[in-house]
Protein backbone atom coordinates (compact mmCIF):
# COMPACT_ATOMS: atom_id res chain seq x y z
CA UNK A 1 0.00 0.00 0.00
CA UNK A 2 1.64 3.51 -0.88
CA UNK A 3 2.28 5.67 1.81
CA UNK A 4 1.40 8.91 -0.07
CA UNK A 5 -0.07 10.08 -2.95
CA UNK A 6 0.97 13.66 -5.00
CA UNK A 7 -2.61 15.22 -6.53
CA UNK A 8 -2.82 17.99 -8.47
CA UNK A 9 -5.82 20.06 -9.13
CA UNK A 10 -6.36 20.84 -12.84
CA UNK A 11 -7.82 24.16 -13.39
CA UNK A 12 -5.41 25.59 -11.22
CA UNK A 13 -2.42 23.22 -11.31
CA UNK A 14 -1.99 23.30 -7.29
CA UNK A 15 -0.40 20.21 -5.87
CA UNK A 16 -0.80 18.61 -2.53
CA UNK A 17 -0.08 15.36 -1.26
CA UNK A 18 -2.38 12.73 0.79
CA UNK A 19 -0.31 10.35 3.73
CA UNK A 20 -1.44 7.46 5.80
CA UNK A 21 1.83 8.64 7.92
CA UNK A 22 1.61 10.27 10.71
CA UNK A 23 4.25 11.66 13.82
CA UNK A 24 8.12 10.53 13.81
CA UNK A 25 7.26 8.51 10.72
CA UNK A 26 6.75 11.75 8.33
CA UNK A 27 9.87 13.24 10.00
CA UNK A 28 12.19 10.84 9.15
CA UNK A 29 10.69 10.69 5.24
CA UNK A 30 12.84 12.65 3.28
CA UNK A 31 10.61 13.67 0.78
CA UNK A 32 7.29 14.64 3.04
CA UNK A 33 9.48 16.36 5.91
CA UNK A 34 9.15 19.81 6.16
CA UNK A 35 10.69 19.84 9.60
CA UNK A 36 9.32 23.53 11.24
CA UNK A 37 7.88 24.57 8.09
CA UNK A 38 5.19 22.01 8.96
CA UNK A 39 1.60 24.44 9.30
CA UNK A 40 0.11 24.62 12.83
CA UNK A 41 -3.12 22.73 10.78
CA UNK A 42 -1.05 20.05 9.66
CA UNK A 43 0.79 19.42 12.82
CA UNK A 44 -2.74 19.39 14.62
CA UNK A 45 -3.86 16.75 12.25
CA UNK A 46 -0.95 14.73 11.46
CA UNK A 47 0.16 13.94 14.71
CA UNK A 48 3.45 16.63 14.92
CA UNK A 49 1.84 19.04 17.25
CA UNK A 50 4.40 18.81 20.40
CA UNK A 51 7.15 17.69 18.04
CA UNK A 52 8.15 20.75 17.30
CA UNK A 53 9.59 24.08 18.19
CA UNK A 54 6.64 26.28 17.94
CA UNK A 55 7.54 28.83 15.83
CA UNK A 56 6.82 27.70 12.06
CA UNK A 57 8.94 28.63 9.41
CA UNK A 58 9.34 29.43 5.93
CA UNK A 59 11.01 27.32 3.41
CA UNK A 60 13.43 30.35 2.40
CA UNK A 61 14.24 30.45 6.19
CA UNK A 62 15.34 27.62 6.59
CA UNK A 63 17.59 28.17 3.77
CA UNK A 64 19.12 30.84 5.26
CA UNK A 65 19.47 28.36 8.37
CA UNK A 66 21.03 25.23 6.36
CA UNK A 67 23.55 27.55 4.51
CA UNK A 68 24.52 28.85 7.37
CA UNK A 69 25.62 25.37 8.41
CA UNK A 70 27.22 24.14 5.14
CA UNK A 71 29.63 27.57 5.14
CA UNK A 72 30.51 26.46 8.38
CA UNK A 73 32.72 23.62 6.82
CA UNK A 74 35.47 24.23 5.64
CA UNK A 75 36.62 20.82 4.33
CA UNK A 76 34.59 19.85 0.82
CA UNK A 77 34.02 16.32 2.01
CA UNK A 78 32.15 17.67 4.93
CA UNK A 79 30.63 19.74 3.05
CA UNK A 80 29.03 16.89 0.73
CA UNK A 81 28.64 14.69 3.51
CA UNK A 82 26.79 17.61 5.30
CA UNK A 83 24.25 17.91 1.77
CA UNK A 84 23.75 14.43 1.59
CA UNK A 85 22.36 14.18 5.22
CA UNK A 86 20.10 16.90 4.18
CA UNK A 87 19.47 15.05 1.03
CA UNK A 88 17.95 12.12 3.25
CA UNK A 89 16.42 13.91 5.52
CA UNK A 90 14.48 16.80 3.92
CA UNK A 91 14.77 16.88 0.03
CA UNK A 92 12.66 19.92 -0.51
CA UNK A 93 14.71 22.12 1.69
CA UNK A 94 18.03 20.58 0.17
CA UNK A 95 16.94 21.43 -3.39
CA UNK A 96 15.68 24.67 -2.85
CA UNK A 97 19.38 25.28 -1.08
CA UNK A 98 21.39 23.74 -3.83
CA UNK A 99 19.58 25.34 -6.41
CA UNK A 100 19.51 28.51 -4.61
CA UNK A 101 23.35 28.45 -4.25
CA UNK A 102 24.34 26.36 -7.15
CA UNK A 103 27.79 27.79 -7.62
CA UNK A 104 28.95 26.85 -4.42
CA UNK A 105 27.40 23.68 -3.85
CA UNK A 106 26.98 21.69 -7.06
CA UNK A 107 30.59 21.18 -7.77
CA UNK A 108 30.55 20.04 -3.73
CA UNK A 109 27.54 17.49 -4.95
CA UNK A 110 29.21 16.64 -8.33
CA UNK A 111 32.89 16.85 -9.73
CA UNK A 112 34.94 17.53 -8.60
CA UNK A 113 34.20 16.63 -4.65
CA UNK A 114 31.68 13.31 -5.46
CA UNK A 115 34.70 11.26 -6.52
CA UNK A 116 35.91 11.29 -3.25
CA UNK A 117 32.76 11.05 -2.06
CA UNK A 118 32.94 7.54 -4.09
CA UNK A 119 36.36 6.67 -2.84
CA UNK A 120 35.06 7.10 0.59
CA UNK A 121 31.78 5.12 0.10
CA UNK A 122 31.76 2.50 2.31
CA UNK A 123 33.65 3.89 5.23
CA UNK A 124 31.22 7.12 4.86
CA UNK A 125 28.28 5.23 4.58
CA UNK A 126 25.19 6.71 6.74
CA UNK A 127 22.10 5.90 4.69
CA UNK A 128 21.03 3.74 1.83
CA UNK A 129 19.64 5.37 -1.31
CA UNK A 130 18.75 3.81 -4.82
CA UNK A 131 18.69 -0.12 -5.54
CA UNK A 132 21.30 -2.06 -5.84
CA UNK A 133 21.54 -5.12 -7.64
CA UNK A 134 23.94 -7.98 -7.32
CA UNK A 135 25.11 -10.43 -9.20
CA UNK A 136 24.16 -13.56 -7.04
CA UNK A 137 20.74 -11.94 -6.70
CA UNK A 138 19.97 -11.32 -10.46
CA UNK A 139 17.40 -14.22 -10.25
CA UNK A 140 15.79 -11.67 -7.92
CA UNK A 141 15.81 -8.98 -10.47
CA UNK A 142 11.96 -8.12 -10.52
CA UNK A 143 11.36 -8.56 -6.93
CA UNK A 144 14.57 -5.74 -6.38
CA UNK A 145 12.93 -3.30 -8.59
CA UNK A 146 9.73 -3.37 -7.14
CA UNK A 147 11.52 -2.49 -3.73
CA UNK A 148 11.64 0.72 -4.82
CA UNK A 149 10.65 3.81 -2.95
CA UNK A 150 8.83 5.72 -6.26
CA UNK A 151 6.32 3.60 -8.43
CA UNK A 152 6.27 6.15 -10.87
CA UNK A 153 9.54 6.67 -13.02
CA UNK A 154 11.05 9.29 -15.37
CA UNK A 155 14.44 8.53 -15.26
CA UNK A 156 17.26 5.77 -14.23
CA UNK A 157 20.82 6.42 -13.63
CA UNK A 158 22.74 3.23 -13.70
CA UNK A 159 26.23 2.45 -13.58
CA UNK A 160 28.04 -1.24 -12.89
CA UNK A 161 31.07 1.53 -10.96
CA UNK A 162 33.73 0.34 -13.51
CA UNK A 163 35.52 3.60 -14.84
CA UNK A 164 34.45 6.32 -12.06
CA UNK A 165 35.33 10.01 -13.70
CA UNK A 166 39.55 9.55 -13.55
CA UNK A 167 39.86 6.59 -10.50
CA UNK A 168 38.57 3.67 -12.42
CA UNK A 169 36.82 0.95 -10.63
CA UNK A 170 34.78 1.62 -7.79
CA UNK A 171 32.40 -1.02 -7.14
CA UNK A 172 29.22 -0.08 -5.26
CA UNK A 173 30.68 3.10 -4.83
CA UNK A 174 29.61 3.97 -8.00
CA UNK A 175 26.43 4.75 -6.65
CA UNK A 176 27.20 7.98 -5.19
CA UNK A 177 27.20 8.88 -9.15
CA UNK A 178 24.28 8.08 -10.52
CA UNK A 179 23.00 10.01 -7.12
CA UNK A 180 24.71 13.09 -7.78
CA UNK A 181 23.34 12.90 -11.82
CA UNK A 182 20.15 13.11 -10.70
CA UNK A 183 20.70 15.58 -8.01
CA UNK A 184 21.52 17.95 -10.92
CA UNK A 185 18.80 16.18 -13.28
CA UNK A 186 16.50 18.00 -10.73
CA UNK A 187 19.02 20.63 -9.86
CA UNK A 188 19.54 21.99 -13.25
CA UNK A 189 16.27 20.70 -15.20
CA UNK A 190 13.55 20.29 -12.69
CA UNK A 191 12.96 16.76 -12.82
CA UNK A 192 11.03 15.63 -10.36
CA UNK A 193 13.03 13.84 -7.79
CA UNK A 194 9.91 11.47 -7.05
CA UNK A 195 10.11 9.65 -10.24
CA UNK A 196 14.27 9.06 -10.10
CA UNK A 197 15.79 6.27 -9.11
CA UNK A 198 19.68 5.99 -8.52
CA UNK A 199 20.77 1.68 -9.36
CA UNK A 200 23.98 0.13 -9.09
CA UNK A 201 24.60 -3.06 -11.19
CA UNK A 202 27.17 -4.79 -8.75
CA UNK A 203 28.96 -7.16 -10.93
CA UNK A 204 32.59 -7.14 -8.36
CA UNK A 205 35.29 -5.24 -8.49
CA UNK A 206 38.51 -5.14 -9.76
CA UNK A 207 39.93 -3.11 -7.26
CA UNK A 208 42.32 -5.09 -5.12
CA UNK A 209 41.97 -1.96 -2.28
CA UNK A 210 38.09 -2.51 -2.17
CA UNK A 211 38.39 -6.31 -2.18
CA UNK A 212 40.88 -6.28 0.33
CA UNK A 213 39.10 -3.60 2.57
CA UNK A 214 36.78 -5.53 5.46
CA UNK A 215 34.87 -2.38 4.85
CA UNK A 216 34.09 -2.75 1.93
CA UNK A 217 30.16 -3.26 1.17
CA UNK A 218 29.79 -4.54 -2.10
CA UNK A 219 30.12 -8.29 -3.61
CA UNK A 220 33.75 -9.42 -2.87
CA UNK A 221 34.25 -10.73 -5.46
CA UNK A 222 36.40 -10.13 -9.17
CA UNK A 223 34.01 -8.53 -12.12
CA UNK A 224 32.46 -11.12 -14.43
CA UNK A 225 33.09 -10.54 -17.92
CA UNK A 226 32.05 -12.04 -21.21
CA UNK A 227 28.61 -14.26 -21.33
CA UNK A 228 27.70 -14.13 -18.22
CA UNK A 229 28.05 -9.75 -18.15
CA UNK A 230 26.23 -9.61 -21.09
CA UNK A 231 23.23 -12.09 -19.98
CA UNK A 232 23.26 -10.04 -16.90
CA UNK A 233 23.07 -6.59 -18.13
CA UNK A 234 20.44 -8.27 -20.96
CA UNK A 235 18.22 -9.32 -17.86
CA UNK A 236 18.54 -5.73 -16.44
CA UNK A 237 17.51 -3.75 -19.64
CA UNK A 238 14.58 -6.47 -20.87
CA UNK A 239 13.24 -5.84 -16.79
CA UNK A 240 13.02 -2.33 -17.36
CA UNK A 241 11.46 -2.16 -20.80
CA UNK A 242 8.76 -5.11 -19.41
CA UNK A 243 8.26 -3.26 -15.71
CA UNK A 244 8.72 0.64 -16.83
CA UNK A 245 8.59 0.85 -20.72
CA UNK A 246 8.58 4.68 -20.70
CA UNK A 247 11.72 4.99 -18.32
CA UNK A 248 14.58 7.24 -20.01
CA UNK A 249 17.68 5.21 -18.98
CA UNK A 250 20.95 6.95 -18.78
CA UNK A 251 24.35 4.59 -18.59
CA UNK A 252 27.59 6.09 -16.19
CA UNK A 253 30.16 5.27 -15.88
CA UNK A 254 30.57 2.14 -17.28
CA UNK A 255 34.36 0.66 -18.83
CA UNK A 256 35.26 1.67 -22.26
CA UNK A 257 35.04 -2.30 -23.13
CA UNK A 258 31.14 -2.20 -22.39
CA UNK A 259 29.57 1.68 -22.56
CA UNK A 260 29.53 1.82 -26.18
CA UNK A 261 28.89 -1.50 -27.17
CA UNK A 262 25.68 -1.36 -24.63
CA UNK A 263 24.90 2.00 -25.75
CA UNK A 264 24.50 0.68 -29.54
CA UNK A 265 23.26 -2.52 -28.15
CA UNK A 266 19.93 -0.99 -26.93
CA UNK A 267 19.39 2.36 -28.39
CA UNK A 268 17.23 1.37 -30.67
CA UNK A 269 15.04 -0.95 -28.32
CA UNK A 270 14.51 2.29 -25.47
CA UNK A 271 15.22 5.90 -25.04
CA UNK A 272 18.57 5.56 -23.75
CA UNK A 273 21.48 7.93 -23.21
CA UNK A 274 25.41 7.60 -22.32
CA UNK A 275 27.03 10.73 -20.53
CA UNK A 276 30.53 10.18 -20.32
CA UNK A 277 30.11 9.03 -24.50
CA UNK A 278 27.30 11.32 -25.66
CA UNK A 279 27.00 14.63 -22.74
CA UNK A 280 31.10 14.87 -22.82
CA UNK A 281 30.82 15.66 -26.43
CA UNK A 282 28.16 17.42 -26.75
CA UNK A 283 29.24 20.37 -24.04
CA UNK A 284 32.59 20.04 -25.66
CA UNK A 285 31.52 20.71 -29.40
CA UNK A 286 29.57 23.69 -28.16
CA UNK A 287 32.53 25.16 -26.56
CA UNK A 288 34.30 24.30 -29.87
CA UNK A 289 31.65 26.09 -32.08
CA UNK A 290 31.69 29.18 -29.84
CA UNK A 291 35.03 29.64 -30.36
CA UNK A 292 34.36 29.18 -33.78
CA UNK A 293 32.12 31.99 -34.28
CA UNK A 294 34.26 34.11 -32.14
CA UNK A 295 37.06 33.43 -34.11
CA UNK A 296 34.90 33.68 -37.40
CA UNK A 297 36.42 30.28 -39.05
CA UNK A 298 34.60 27.23 -39.74
CA UNK A 299 35.02 23.59 -38.03
CA UNK A 300 36.07 22.46 -41.46
CA UNK A 301 39.08 24.95 -41.45
CA UNK A 302 40.30 22.88 -37.92
CA UNK A 303 42.73 20.11 -37.13
CA UNK A 304 41.85 18.38 -34.48
CA UNK A 305 44.20 16.17 -31.54
CA UNK A 306 42.27 14.52 -28.80
CA UNK A 307 44.28 12.78 -26.19
CA UNK A 308 42.55 9.71 -24.53
CA UNK A 309 41.06 7.54 -27.20
CA UNK A 310 38.21 6.20 -24.62
CA UNK A 311 34.82 6.67 -24.29
CA UNK A 312 34.70 10.23 -23.82
CA UNK A 313 37.32 10.73 -26.09
CA UNK A 314 35.77 9.13 -29.17
CA UNK A 315 32.62 10.09 -28.21
CA UNK A 316 33.68 13.74 -29.06
CA UNK A 317 35.89 12.65 -32.07
CA UNK A 318 32.46 11.21 -33.44
CA UNK A 319 30.54 14.35 -32.38
CA UNK A 320 32.90 15.96 -34.46
CA UNK A 321 33.36 14.31 -37.71
CA UNK A 322 29.01 14.01 -37.37
CA UNK A 323 29.53 18.96 -37.30
CA UNK A 324 31.87 18.43 -40.07
CA UNK A 325 29.90 16.33 -42.55
CA UNK A 326 26.88 18.54 -41.43
CA UNK A 327 29.27 21.41 -43.12
CA UNK A 328 29.86 19.19 -46.28
CA UNK A 329 32.55 17.31 -45.54
CA UNK A 330 32.28 13.52 -46.11
CA UNK A 331 32.69 11.11 -43.72
CA UNK A 332 36.65 10.04 -45.09
CA UNK A 333 37.16 13.86 -44.81
CA UNK A 334 36.05 14.21 -41.34
CA UNK A 335 37.71 11.64 -39.93
CA UNK A 336 40.70 12.96 -41.85
CA UNK A 337 40.94 16.17 -39.42
CA UNK A 338 40.75 14.40 -36.11
CA UNK A 339 43.77 12.47 -34.38
CA UNK A 340 43.08 10.36 -31.54
CA UNK A 341 46.37 9.97 -29.65
CA UNK A 342 46.17 6.87 -26.51
CA UNK A 343 48.90 6.30 -24.26
CA UNK A 344 50.55 3.79 -26.11
CA UNK A 345 50.59 6.88 -28.92
CA UNK A 346 48.78 7.73 -32.31
CA UNK A 347 45.87 5.37 -33.38
CA UNK A 348 46.71 3.38 -36.37
CA UNK A 349 45.91 0.49 -38.14
CA UNK A 350 48.09 -1.97 -37.18
CA UNK A 351 47.59 -1.84 -33.35
CA UNK A 352 46.18 -5.38 -32.43
CA UNK A 353 44.44 -3.90 -29.45
CA UNK A 354 42.34 -1.72 -31.01
CA UNK A 355 38.76 -1.52 -29.33
CA UNK A 356 36.19 -1.29 -32.06
CA UNK A 357 35.13 2.29 -32.14
CA UNK A 358 38.57 3.46 -32.00
CA UNK A 359 39.29 1.48 -35.72
CA UNK A 360 37.37 4.06 -37.33
CA UNK A 361 39.73 6.88 -36.43
CA UNK A 362 42.80 5.18 -36.79
CA UNK A 363 45.42 6.13 -39.57
CA UNK A 364 47.55 4.04 -41.46
CA UNK A 365 50.92 5.03 -40.55
CA UNK A 366 52.82 6.59 -37.82
CA UNK A 367 52.32 4.02 -35.06
CA UNK A 368 54.09 5.08 -31.84
CA UNK A 369 53.86 8.94 -32.37
CA UNK A 370 53.79 10.02 -28.60
CA UNK A 371 51.55 13.68 -27.95
CA UNK A 372 54.08 16.02 -28.40
CA UNK A 373 55.63 14.01 -32.11
CA UNK A 374 52.07 14.15 -32.76
CA UNK A 375 51.26 17.95 -32.52
CA UNK A 376 54.75 18.63 -33.73
CA UNK A 377 53.43 17.09 -37.32
CA UNK A 378 49.77 17.74 -37.47
CA UNK A 379 50.70 21.94 -36.21
CA UNK A 380 46.73 20.85 -34.67
CA UNK A 381 44.38 24.34 -33.79
CA UNK A 382 42.32 22.69 -31.15
CA UNK A 383 44.16 19.63 -28.63
CA UNK A 384 41.53 17.67 -26.17
CA UNK A 385 42.34 15.80 -23.03
CA UNK A 386 40.52 13.10 -21.97
CA UNK A 387 43.22 11.14 -20.65
CA UNK A 388 43.09 11.38 -17.12
CA UNK A 389 46.99 12.01 -17.07
CA UNK A 390 47.84 15.13 -14.90
CA UNK A 391 50.04 17.19 -16.86
CA UNK A 392 49.97 15.48 -19.61
CA UNK A 393 49.77 19.08 -22.29
CA UNK A 394 53.22 20.33 -21.17
CA UNK A 395 55.17 23.54 -21.74
CA UNK A 396 56.48 22.23 -24.97
CA UNK A 397 53.63 20.88 -26.16
CA UNK A 398 51.27 23.95 -25.21
CA UNK A 399 54.25 26.00 -26.72
CA UNK A 400 54.64 24.33 -29.75
CA UNK A 401 51.26 24.27 -30.53
CA UNK A 402 50.98 28.22 -29.99
CA UNK A 403 53.67 28.50 -32.78
CA UNK A 404 51.62 27.67 -35.61
CA UNK A 405 48.34 28.01 -33.97
CA UNK A 406 46.90 31.68 -33.40
CA UNK A 407 44.26 31.50 -31.29
CA UNK A 408 44.62 27.55 -29.85
CA UNK A 409 41.94 25.91 -28.18
CA UNK A 410 42.56 23.88 -25.69
CA UNK A 411 40.37 21.57 -23.82
CA UNK A 412 42.09 19.83 -20.63
CA UNK A 413 38.57 17.70 -19.58
CA UNK A 414 40.27 14.98 -17.70
CA UNK A 415 38.82 15.45 -13.61
CA UNK A 416 39.06 15.32 -10.57
CA UNK A 417 41.23 18.46 -10.83
CA UNK A 418 44.91 15.92 -10.21
CA UNK A 419 44.12 14.43 -13.51
CA UNK A 420 43.40 17.56 -15.71
CA UNK A 421 45.87 17.64 -18.61
CA UNK A 422 46.79 21.47 -17.69
CA UNK A 423 46.05 24.36 -15.34
CA UNK A 424 44.49 27.65 -17.16
CA UNK A 425 46.72 29.82 -15.82
CA UNK A 426 50.29 27.75 -17.14
CA UNK A 427 48.25 27.38 -20.42
CA UNK A 428 47.52 31.13 -21.02
CA UNK A 429 51.30 32.16 -20.08
CA UNK A 430 52.49 29.40 -22.35
CA UNK A 431 50.18 31.07 -25.15
CA UNK A 432 50.71 35.01 -24.53
CA UNK A 433 46.80 34.49 -23.15
CA UNK A 434 46.05 33.80 -26.69
CA UNK A 435 44.22 30.39 -25.87
CA UNK A 436 40.71 29.86 -25.55
CA UNK A 437 39.83 27.24 -22.85
CA UNK A 438 37.28 25.08 -21.28
CA UNK A 439 38.34 22.47 -18.39
CA UNK A 440 36.56 19.84 -16.96
CA UNK A 441 36.69 20.70 -13.60
CA UNK A 442 36.58 23.72 -11.57
CA UNK A 443 39.35 26.21 -11.86
CA UNK A 444 39.74 29.59 -10.69
CA UNK A 445 39.90 32.72 -13.20
CA UNK A 446 37.51 33.46 -15.92
CA UNK A 447 37.92 30.31 -17.35
CA UNK A 448 34.75 28.00 -18.94
CA UNK A 449 33.72 24.82 -17.08
CA UNK A 450 33.02 21.77 -19.92
CA UNK A 451 30.73 20.59 -17.64
CA UNK A 452 28.16 17.62 -18.33
CA UNK A 453 25.91 19.68 -16.30
CA UNK A 454 24.85 21.84 -19.18
CA UNK A 455 24.18 18.58 -21.41
CA UNK A 456 22.63 15.66 -19.80
CA UNK A 457 19.95 18.10 -18.01
CA UNK A 458 18.52 19.55 -20.95
CA UNK A 459 19.00 16.50 -23.03
CA UNK A 460 16.89 14.42 -20.70
CA UNK A 461 14.45 17.35 -19.90
CA UNK A 462 13.64 17.56 -23.77
CA UNK A 463 13.32 13.59 -24.48
CA UNK A 464 11.54 12.95 -20.92
CA UNK A 465 8.51 15.96 -22.11
CA UNK A 466 8.73 14.79 -25.62
CA UNK A 467 8.04 11.07 -24.76
CA UNK A 468 10.69 10.56 -27.09
CA UNK A 469 10.99 7.15 -28.34
CA UNK A 470 15.10 7.33 -28.94
CA UNK A 471 17.93 9.84 -28.92
CA UNK A 472 19.50 10.86 -32.53
CA UNK A 473 22.19 12.52 -33.84
CA UNK A 474 20.16 15.80 -34.87
CA UNK A 475 18.75 15.77 -31.09
CA UNK A 476 22.27 15.49 -30.07
CA UNK A 477 23.34 18.13 -32.95
CA UNK A 478 20.52 21.12 -31.96
CA UNK A 479 21.59 20.38 -27.90
CA UNK A 480 25.16 21.35 -28.91
CA UNK A 481 23.87 24.37 -31.06
CA UNK A 482 21.45 25.23 -28.06
CA UNK A 483 24.70 25.16 -26.02
CA UNK A 484 26.67 27.10 -27.40
CA UNK A 485 24.02 29.89 -28.34
CA UNK A 486 23.75 30.42 -24.54
CA UNK A 487 27.29 31.59 -24.18
CA UNK A 488 28.73 35.25 -24.26
CA UNK A 489 30.09 36.30 -27.51
CA UNK A 490 32.68 38.41 -26.57
CA UNK A 491 36.50 36.97 -27.72
CA UNK A 492 38.00 36.71 -24.40
CA UNK A 493 34.45 35.52 -22.42
CA UNK A 494 34.29 31.97 -21.18
CA UNK A 495 33.40 29.18 -24.05
CA UNK A 496 30.69 28.41 -22.17
CA UNK A 497 27.89 29.66 -20.25
CA UNK A 498 28.16 29.87 -15.85
CA UNK A 499 26.79 27.62 -13.68
CA UNK A 500 23.87 30.25 -13.09
CA UNK A 501 22.58 29.95 -16.19
CA UNK A 502 21.98 26.15 -15.66
CA UNK A 503 18.33 26.25 -15.33
CA UNK A 504 18.10 28.76 -18.72
CA UNK A 505 20.62 26.40 -20.79
CA UNK A 506 18.28 23.26 -19.36
CA UNK A 507 14.83 24.53 -21.13
CA UNK A 508 16.88 25.86 -23.93
CA UNK A 509 18.26 22.70 -24.84
CA UNK A 510 15.26 20.77 -24.06
CA UNK A 511 13.19 22.89 -26.22
CA UNK A 512 15.45 22.00 -29.15
CA UNK A 513 15.12 18.67 -28.21
CA UNK A 514 11.68 18.82 -27.96
CA UNK A 515 11.11 20.51 -31.78
CA UNK A 516 13.55 18.11 -32.91
CA UNK A 517 11.53 14.62 -31.74
CA UNK A 518 8.61 16.07 -33.75
CA UNK A 519 10.30 16.91 -36.87
CA UNK A 520 11.58 12.89 -36.80
CA UNK A 521 8.20 11.92 -35.95
CA UNK A 522 9.71 10.02 -32.19
CA UNK A 523 7.76 12.13 -30.26
CA UNK A 524 4.59 10.37 -28.16
CA UNK A 525 3.08 13.43 -26.99
CA UNK A 526 -0.48 14.94 -27.99
CA UNK A 527 0.75 16.76 -30.99
CA UNK A 528 -1.87 19.43 -29.99
CA UNK A 529 0.18 19.98 -26.77
CA UNK A 530 3.08 22.80 -27.84
CA UNK A 531 6.54 22.40 -27.11
CA UNK A 532 5.80 25.18 -23.76
CA UNK A 533 2.97 22.92 -22.00
CA UNK A 534 5.15 19.96 -22.80
CA UNK A 535 7.91 20.97 -20.47
CA UNK A 536 5.37 22.90 -18.40
CA UNK A 537 3.96 19.63 -17.59
CA UNK A 538 6.61 18.14 -16.25
CA UNK A 539 9.16 20.44 -14.88
CA UNK A 540 8.73 20.12 -10.94
CA UNK A 541 9.71 22.82 -8.41
CA UNK A 542 10.87 23.11 -4.83
CA UNK A 543 8.30 24.18 -2.47
CA UNK A 544 5.66 22.11 0.10
CA UNK A 545 3.19 21.27 -0.73
CA UNK A 546 -0.08 20.95 1.74
CA UNK A 547 0.46 17.49 3.16
CA UNK A 548 -3.48 16.00 4.47
CA UNK A 549 -4.06 13.08 5.88
CA UNK A 550 -4.92 10.19 3.49
CA UNK A 551 -9.39 9.94 4.02
CA UNK A 552 -9.00 6.12 4.68
CA UNK A 553 -6.77 6.87 7.18
CA UNK A 554 -3.64 4.06 8.31
Given at each position: MLQYETHRDSLTGTEWIETRM??????????????TAF???????LGLLGKLPAKIETLEEQVTRAYQQFTQYKNDLQKHIFLNNLHDKNEILFYKLVTTHIVETLPIIYTPVVGRAVQAFSHQFRQPRGIYISYPDRDKMELILENRTHPELSVIVVTDGERVLGIG???VGGIDICIAK???YTMCAGINPYHTLPIVLDVGTNNTQLLDDPLYLGWRHRR????????FIEQFVRTIQ?????????????????????????????????????GTAVVAVAAILTAMARMRTQLSEQRVVIFGAGTAGVGIADRLVDSLKRQGLTEPEAINQVWLVDKAGLLTTDMNDLLPFQRRFARIDGKGQGLEQVVQEVRPTILIGCSAVGGAFTENIVRLMAFYASRPIILPLSNPNAQSEAIPSDLLSWTNNKALIATGSPFEGNVAQCNNAFSFPGIGLGLMAARAKRLTDNMLWVACQALS???ATEMDAPLLPPLT???????????ALIEEAKREGLAQIDPKLSTLEALQSIVWEPYYREIRPHPKGR
Open positions: RGKELLTTHLLNKGTYKERCEDQGLMLIVGQAYDQRRMPNTFLHWEDFGRDNARRLLERYQNDLCTFNDDMQQCAMAREVAIKIAT
